[in-house]
């Protein structure tokens, strides 16, 4: 079946150790977003992708970065994670910006800093 | 600013209906999506609607008023697998979505 696939689905760091999760995808979809969603908040977009054009919201901050190096692939790093970037982080595709844009999600990867 | 409001958390009884409201502002407007999640995973896709009115998926119904920035989503014959948050998110003239923080629905035997 075509799908999203995020690993590790639970990941454990320290206060400061860099963390990467990964992603990627079947579905052949030119679209590919990173979400933070912390409990009982919104899902807060992180950074998109339309191909390989890559899009940052203003409000990310410098501590996260992405990298998609390939259709299929695309990467969350968090070069020194504090106790605040604990969450869920999903990643999500779709086919583009249009007005039925249905986002198919990833089952996530949960982040625990100690 | 864009904004998104929903009930924070719902009670419902097995077997009965409920309706889940969403109320949006946003800048232009290129419809309104439904997704539910489970606790601990993923959003799944469950509606969109860019028109008025209602647009019904089995027990799930959906209903759009663009005039009034309005939604719900109404589900019949409730089933404790419908224990799950309900998301509203609505998306903008950018094709961005603004997600609502959700609605914890609990169902009751």
């Known amino acids: 079946d075509a799908m999203v696939i995020q690993n590790p689905r639970y990941q454990v760091t320290q206060f400061g150790k860099p963390v990467t999760l990964s992603c990627s995808q079947t579905?052949?979809?030119?679209?590919m977003y990173w979400y933070q969603q912390k409990s009982s908040q919104a899902p807060k977009l992180l950074f998109h992708?339309?191909?390989?054009?890559?899009?940052n919201e203003a409000d990310t901050p410098d501590n996260f970065q992405s990298r998609r190096p390939n259709t299929s692939f695309c990467f969350l790093d968090i070069r020194s994670p504090g106790l605040g970037d604990a969450a869920m982080y999903l990643c999500?595709?779709?086919?583009?910006?249009?007005?039925?844009?249905?986002?198919?999600f990833g089952a996530g990867s949960r982040l625990t800093v100690l | 600013g864009q904004n998104i409001d929903q009930p924070t958390e719902m009670t419902a009884t097995e077997g009965a209906i409920v309706q889940i409201n969403c109320t949006y502002q946003?800048?232009?407007?290129?419809?309104l999506f439904w997704y539910q999640q489970h606790a601990g995973e993923a959003p799944t896709f469950l509606s969109y609607?860019?028109l008025d009115g209602l647009e019904e998926k089995g027990r799930f119904s959906s209903f759009l008023s663009r005039s009034k920035g309005y939604s719900y989503l109404l589900l019949k014959e409730l089933q404790m697998k419908d224990s799950a948050s309900y998301l509203c998110?609505?998306?903008?003239?950018?094709?961005?979505?603004?997600w609502g923080a959700g609605t914890k629905l609990i169902i009751k035997p």
């Open positions: 999500a595709t779709s086919t583009g910006p249009s007005g039925a844009n249905v986002l198919t």
């Open positions: 579905l052949n979809h030119n679209v």
């Open positions: 992708y339309y191909d390989k054009d890559f899009n």
């Open positions: 946003t800048s232009g407007f290129n419809g």
């Open positions: 609607n860019v």
């Open positions: 998110a609505a998306m903008d003239s950018n094709y961005q979505l603004i």
